[in-house]
């Protein structure tokens, strides 16, 4: 069972930092892809990044080297580090997982089985 706990979201500036964090509370011993994707109003669900079990990760195109993801195997947790935010950031963002490994990268920018809850991300001055 995997059960995703986000934190981190809120308001900030144009040009602000922010730092997502997302931790498995279930009781799978160990997880394949994490990630993080997010949704605006009126808009699709995209991927923002993702990152496997062994640590390579990927993003979106929009990202433009802006943010950082990261994650700690043991731990079960993936942390989202975006700087330079945009107004058009602005979304609901999802952590996202799953428990296989692909041998091809192509899959990694899937999204996988489970789900957060959400947190709300708002760029504005």
């Known amino acids: 069972q995997v059960q995703l706990q986000e934190s981190g979201g809120g308001l900030v500036q144009p040009g602000g930092s922010l730092r997502l964090s997302c931790v498995d509370a279930?009781?799978?011993?160990?997880?394949?892809?994490m990630g993080w994707w997010r949704e605006a109003p009126g808009k699709q669900r995209e991927l923002v990044a993702s990152?496997?079990?062994?640590?390579?990760?990927n993003y979106g195109d929009f990202v433009e080297g802006r943010f950082t993801v990261s994650r700690d195997k043991a731990k079960k947790m993936v942390w989202l580090h975006m700087t330079n935010l945009r107004p058009e950031d602005t979304a609901v963002y999802y952590c996202?997982?799953?428990?296989?490994?692909?041998?091809?990268?192509?899959?990694?920018?899937?999204?996988?089985?489970?789900w957060g809850q959400g947190t709300q991300v708002t760029v504005a001055s």
């Open positions: 996202n997982a799953g428990v296989t490994r692909y041998a091809a990268n192509r899959l990694n920018r899937k999204p996988q089985p489970y």
């Open positions: 279930g009781t799978i011993l160990s997880l394949g892809v």
């Open positions: 990152i496997t079990s062994g640590g390579t990760p």
